[in-house]
């Protein structure tokens, strides 16, 4: 069993800067693949981000390609989604997931876990 606790979300200006966390508990966090999804009010959730289970592998929403950077640090359980350039349209419920690489790519439904979600706002 794996429990994700995401933080870092908050309130930060169009063009700005933030970072959210993702920790998980149990000794097996090494061995999954990351993800980040968010969810915008009154839209379906979208994937953001993935990196594989040592770092070697990230992968992008175009939406997010050349203004986020996904990363992770296996000795202290967590993963970071550095956010920068923000928009208003980045706005939305931040959550991250772990599991195979695959479902998080391309079948989110199949995750087996999931954070409880970290609120991001952007103003104009």
């Known amino acids: 069993q794996v429990q994700l606790v995401e933080s870092g979300g908050g309130l930060a200006e169009a063009g700005g800067s933030l970072r959210v966390s993702c920790t998980a508990s149990?000794?097996?966090?090494?061995?999954?693949?990351m993800g980040w999804f968010r969810q915008a009010p009154g839209k379906e959730r979208e994937f953001v981000s993935i990196i594989n289970w040592n770092g070697g592998t990230t992968y992008y929403a175009d939406s997010v390609t050349g203004r986020f950077t996904i990363s992770r640090d296996n000795a202290k359980n967590t993963v970071y989604l550095q956010m920068n350039s923000l928009k208003p349209e980045d706005t939305a419920v931040y959550y991250c997931a772990a599991g195979q690489y695959r479902s998080i790519r391309y079948v989110p439904n199949d995750v087996a876990y999931w954070g409880q979600g970290t609120q991001v706002t952007v103003s104009s």
């Open positions: 149990g000794r097996t966090f090494s061995t999954y693949a």
